[in-house]
């Protein structure tokens, strides 16, 4: 258990850490990809490999490079800021690649670093050798340009008159330098506050259980304050059920009641409090759910025609049943006492189907008026009905 969990552990934090930015390549035929998936590090490493041994590798690497930069137009904004590569061929675009620079650098026996000043000429001379890969950074800091567009611009001059000095077989990367490029924003749903735990009191049960509230009453009167410990008291625990003692002050009322596991729910049964035994509440929810009711009011059998009542105000309490749960964990997502059908929602629902049907009847009835088929002729011969008085 303890091996798949680090293993799942160390892919985790292997996708988090991986960079993908854009890749383009000319110079050399390669393999297409559709523009809304990623290339893995694996995937575009043996494809480097195989350009590797034909070929000498170059990759220009811009800082910050993005998908972005490649739709910018020049500072006159007559043309794009990438006028000379935009006429090379073969070529390929890669929307997304994982981590091309370390892929680069798993394939290449030889490697090789260079430098292009700030007049655009590399810092060292650049011999051609099959097999060999060479990584070329920008150093224009010290240059006067002022926008993004302008550098990339000179870049793109660069980058083309390099290429024109070399009459070997090379295949050109153009990449973000690594660490460089911006990431993509991963949106995720964010977990619902489902209950402000402040202000109340908690109580732990180890990693098994935990329960909140603000106010516990007896037949309405406020119990004293419970104990300052906010450890909850577990005993009889097995798989599916264990039981909870929370003590107050007066260390002879404690209020205890069990919970068990059943078909993934917890629910909780046998509350008792100063000797008094309540009925089972309707307590129950999934077990990577908290649950939680503003106002929980349970109620004994009646003695002499008198009933005890015991009242949470604010509860939630969960039990996740699961041993790899740490201590003090947070709250799952709110299961609360209130259904997502009240009696008030059904009679609402019944009502605008009431009136629905009354609307739908009306409005047949009066499509269904239709004018007489038949008219007295004036031309005609006059209708006379004889009446006689009896």
Same mark, same amino acid.
């Given at each position: ?268 049964? !046998?509350? &008792? $409090? =100063?000797?008094?035994? #309540?009925? %089972?509440?309707?307590?129950? @929810? +999934?077990?990577?759910?908290? /649950? ?11 003695? !002499?025609? &008198? $009933? =005890?009542?015991?009242? #949470?105000? %604010?509860?939630?309490?969960? @039990? +996740?049943?699961?041993?790899? /749960? ?65």
């Amino acid at each position: 258990m303890l091996g798949k969990s680090l293993i799942a552990l160390c892919v985790i934090l292997g996708v988090a850490l991986a960079e993908q930015t854009p890749v383009f390549l000319w110079g050399a035929n390669s393999a297409s990809h559709p523009a809304l998936s990623t290339v893995s590090q694996t995937e575009f490493a043996d494809q480097l490999s195989t350009l590797l041994e034909d070929h000498m590798v170059v990759a220009f690497e811009e800082n910050g490079l993005s998908n972005k930069d490649f739709l910018c137009s020049s500072v006159e904004g007559q043309q794009s800021c990438y006028a000379q590569l935009k006429g090379v061929s073969p070529k390929t675009y890669y929307t997304s690649v994982e981590n091309p620079t370390e892929a680069l650098r798993s394939v290449a026996t030889k490697r090789e670093y260079n430098t292009i000043n700030a007049s655009g000429q590399l810092v060292k001379p650049l011999k051609c050798s099959v097999g060999k890969a060479v990584t070329i950074t920008f150093d224009d800091a010290d240059a006067d340009v002022e926008t993004r567009e302008a550098k990339l611009e000179s870049h793109d001059a660069a980058i083309a008159a390099i290429t024109k000095q070399l009459e070997c077989k090379v295949a050109y990367l153009y990449l973000a330098a690594a660490g460089t490029s911006p990431q993509p924003k991963q949106l995720s749903r964010l977990r619902r506050d489902t209950a402000a735990t402040v202000g109340g009191n908690i109580y732990f049960g180890g990693n098994q259980f935990q329960i909140f509230y603000t106010e516990v009453k007896y037949n309405g009167e406020k119990i004293g304050q419970l104990t300052t410990s906010s450890d909850a008291k577990i005993s009889n625990a097995s798989t599916t059920q264990f039981s909870v003692r929370i003590d107050t002050v007066e260390t002879d009322k404690p209020i205890t009641f069990d919970v068990t596991l059943s078909g993934g729910y917890y629910s909780i049964s !046998n509350v &008792q $409090y =100063n000797g008094v035994a #309540f009925r %089972s509440p309707d307590v129950n @929810a +999934p077990t990577s759910f908290s /649950y939680t009711c503003a106002s929980l009011v349970l109620a004994s059998a009646a003695t !002499n025609n &008198q $009933y =005890n009542t015991l009242s #949470f105000t %604010s509860l939630q309490l969960q @039990a +996740p049943f699961d041993s790899t /749960y740490q201590e003090k964990f947070v709250f799952g997502d709110s299961w609360d006492c209130v259904g997502f059908v009240t009696p008030g929602i059904l009679m609402g629902l019944l009502v605008v189907v009431l009136l629905l049907v009354i609307v739908f009847v009306g409005v047949c009835w009066m499509m269904d008026i239709n004018t007489m088929d038949r008219f007295d002729d004036p031309k005609g011969k006059t209708i006379t009905i004889n009446a006689s008085a009896d």
